[in-house]
């Protein structure tokens, strides 16, 4: 059975950083696309970052990059999202995700496996 369970979330001053972590059972990194996503309030689901499984290349939306990072710890069976320089808009619910099936980084729609999400509120 696919587990994730999200923890690492809470509340930081702009500016700040967290760092997110995603325990995960039932799959391996190697066979299972894997990422994450987040809700604001009042807007839809959105992809974050994703790594593939294949050659472990990885996707950022233009919003985070260059202040969020993504990376594994396949012994754990951890996904992390290292989250730097956090702004207001970064406020969301932080959701990880998998798929073993073709899927787009920028569509939660395509990933099948969901974590129960962690709250991240960044205060001005």
């Known amino acids: 059975e696919v587990q994730l369970v999200e923890s690492g979330g809470g509340l930081v001053q702009a500016g700040g950083s967290l760092r997110l972590s995603c325990a995960t059972s039932?799959?391996?990194?190697?066979?299972?696309?894997i990422g994450w996503f987040r809700q604001a309030p009042g807007k839809e689901r959105e992809g974050v970052s994703t790594?593939?499984?294949?050659?472990?290349?990885?996707y950022y939306s233009d919003s985070v990059k260059g202040r969020f990072a993504i990376s594994t710890n396949n012994a754990k069976n951890t996904l992390y999202l290292q989250m730097n320089s956090l702004k207001p808009e970064d406020t969301a619910i932080y959701y990880c995700?998998?798929?073993?099936?073709?899927?787009?980084?920028?569509?939660?729609?395509?990933?099948?496996?969901w974590g129960q999400g962690t709250q991240v509120t960044v205060s001005s």
């Open positions: 790594r593939r499984s294949t050659d472990g290349s990885i």
């Open positions: 039932g799959f391996s990194f190697d066979d299972y696309a």
């Open positions: 995700a998998a798929v073993n099936a073709p899927y787009r980084p920028d569509n939660p729609a395509t990933f099948t496996f």
